[in-house]
């Protein structure tokens, strides 16, 4: 089901082309570990777009069901908690090197 502020969640899906780049980076240039956790923040990004999209297409209709069957509003937490998984290892990488 879509959530009562449906419109500023699209609007905030492309606020997620910055996150998808600066995950590409990393992924690319590693350290290994932060790579693959880039690589899941990526691949959770993409996922909460594509449902936001949806969205955008059929706003008033109910949303349907992703491959997975996750609600949108769980992949969005998700997505929150992996950023701030990536962000601690990050932080933790950097002020070990």
């Given at each position: 089901m879509l959530s009562p502020t449906w419109q500023q969640d699209?609007?905030?899906?492309?606020?997620?082309?910055d996150l998808l780049r600066a995950a590409s980076v990393v992924t690319l240039e590693?350290?290994?570990?932060?790579?693959?956790?880039?690589?899941?923040l990526r691949d959770?990004?993409?996922?909460?777009?594509?449902?936001?999209?949806?969205?955008?297409?059929?706003?008033?209709?109910?949303?349907r069901q992703q491959e997975t069957e996750q609600d949108p509003n769980d992949m969005y937490v998700r997505l929150k908690e992996t950023v701030e998984e990536f962000t601690r290892a990050a932080r933790t990488h950097l002020n070990n090197h």
């Open positions: 699209i609007r905030d899906a492309n606020q997620l082309d590693g350290p290994d570990h932060l790579a693959e956790l880039a690589g899941q959770q990004a993409i996922s909460v777009q594509r449902c936001w999209h949806e969205a955008a297409v059929t706003p008033f209709t109910r949303l």
